[in-house]
């Protein structure tokens, strides 16, 4: 997975980016995204207007920088977990988990974005990124992947598996997460094509 590298970032921008953050996921519980406005936000972040616009331009521009910090950050995740070349499950095994990891750790914001209330940009831009994972992942396997052997078409195998997993997270959220991260992975990795066949 790539990552852009950034600049450091002064810890005052990340703590109101932090408050405007919490308080447009508390109003989205409270109202559709039509009717949340700047001050809205301003006024349950503890802000002023002015401090909001010194960060977005407007709440599509706030939405769009949400959504590309998310990304960071699950990116970050994913390069941080190093592949395991011994691991019966697959050398992506650890990633796979790591990453429910943090879906639950911010799980109140996941269930907002992805389960509750689906805002579109949220849910394009996860499921790209599952769908980058699942394309790498096939990619690695080459031609001893299961996918290959059986006469699957890639593309075919990456939108099949990249919608399964993001449906089996949303679904798993909207329950509130009645598995673990690392029970919910390996139930994930029982449902895919070739898994069964691996020795576990």
Known sequence: ????????????????????RDAFVQLLQEKDIEKITVNSIAERATINRVTF???YRDIPDMLEKMADD?????????????????????IYWPRMVHFLEHIAEHSNFYKVILASKRTPIFTERLLKLVTE??????EREGSNSFISMAGIQKDVAIWYVSSALFGTIVGWLRNDMPYTPLFLAKQFY???PGYRDKEL
């Not at 005052?12 to 405007?20: K, P, V």
């Not at 994972?133 to 096939?138: Q, S």
């Open 53 to 55: 616009y010194l960060h």
């Open 133 to 138: 994972m699942m394309a790498e992942n096939l």
């Open 190 to 192: 029982l449902l895919l």
């Open 70 to 90: 998310m990304i960071e950050v699950i990116v970050r995740v994913l390069n941080n977990t190093p592949v395991d070349e011994n691991s019966p499950e697959g």
């Open 1 to 20: 997975m790539k990552e852009n590298k950034k600049s450091y970032t002064d810890p005052r921008i990340i703590r109101t980016r932090q408050l405007i």
